[in-house]
């Protein structure tokens, strides 16, 4: 039976990024096939549906870079036919099919069981930002800090990582700084929880390389010349997860706050992160998300809407978590 698909073709001209059928035959290897029911869209979603991203490292490619879905078919695995299921990393959408499809194979071992108290719906609502949110969270957790120690900061905050981020340091005690470029998403962050918003451009300009200790702690997604200023205003002894480049890849620093006042600054992957460290992540994202704060983060599109909601996060006209209902 046919389903449809986002895919990526290579042409002559470039990428040609379009709705198509596929039939279950056309599906990569794996042991598990899924039924998708729903799928995100990432700011690395909006760079593979633009078709001017090197993102993607084969062709042709479903695009999607997360998930949910009920299991179909299971060859040798935990998982069997009904099992409710989230899939994010690994590939998805560089090297292996994504979730724009109504159907995906994949490996066993890649496949997160829906934790208990999530729907498929709230799984994508969070999706890889906010599990990737989490995981800053944890390192940040990990390097000994406490609210106790000081403010944390969130860049990019009304974006999906920042503002499950937020969220999940507020209702952990922490006194979060906001970082954000749009002033008329200040109600919006202090619903999530921020005490204070600050303008992106007291962080993006470039600044000294040690600057006044303001945090202790901060979850970067922008990178660049941001993540540069953040580093040189932590507090000694402080940590700044880095999980992002939405600001661009390059790191404009010096050494002065690593070795003028011991900060660490912490690498989050989301895409080949251990299982266990995965396992954890989406359990504590199950008991420690506030369920009403994440509905008021989130929009949810249908399928045919996601060429549109790429083009969207691309230039920064949303906010919080867009989930697409592939069914």
Not at 129 to 148: C, K, Q, S
Not at 201 to 230: H, I
Request: overall charge neutral; some cysteine.
């Amino acid at each position: 039976m046919k389903f449809r698909a986002i895919r990526a073709d290579k042409t002559d001209a470039g990428q040609d990024v379009r709705f198509v059928e596929m039939e279950d035959s056309e599906l990569m290897d794996g042991d598990v096939t899924v039924r998708v029911t729903h799928s995100t869209v990432n700011y690395k979603d909006g760079l593979a549906l633009s078709g001017k991203s090197a993102i993607i490292r084969r062709f042709p490619m479903v695009l999607g870079i997360d998930l949910a879905g009920v299991v179909e078919t299971s060859a040798g695995t935990d998982f069997a036919p009904g099992d409710e299921v989230i899939v994010n990393g690994f590939g998805l959408s560089e090297t292996h099919f994504g979730g724009y499809a109504e159907k995906a194979r994949v490996k066993g071992d890649w496949l997160v069981r829906l934790p208990a108290g999530l729907t498929r719906a709230e799984a994508m609502a969070i999706g890889t930002a906010g599990y990737t949110a989490m995981l800053a969270v944890m390192a940040i957790e990990r390097h000994g800090l406490t609210p106790a120690s000081g403010p944390a900061l969130v860049t990019g905050a009304a974006g999906g990582v920042g503002s499950t981020a937020v969220s999940l340091l507020a209702d952990k005690g922490w006194t979060v700084i906001a970082s954000t470029g749009r002033s008329s998403e200040a109600e919006y962050l202090k619903g999530l929880g921020a005490s204070e918003i600050i303008e992106r451009a007291s962080l993006s300009a470039p600044g000294k390389p040690l600057g006044k200790e303001q945090w202790a702690a901060a979850v970067d997604s922008v990178g660049s010349q941001t993540l540069a200023n953040v580093l040189a205003q932590t507090r000694y002894g402080g940590a700044v997860a880095a999980c992002g480049l939405a600001g661009g890849i390059d790191l404009p620093a010096t050494v002065a706050p690593f070795i003028l006042r011991a900060v660490t600054l912490i690498g989050i992957d989301s895409v080949q992160c251990p299982m266990a460290r995965r396992l954890e992540a989406w359990r504590r994202l199950a008991s420690d998300l506030d369920r009403e704060k994440l509905a008021a983060m989130t929009q949810t599109i249908p399928f045919n809407e996601a060429f549109e909601a790429g083009r969207r996060i691309l230039k920064g006209e949303t906010r919080g978590r867009l989930v697409v209902a592939i069914e």
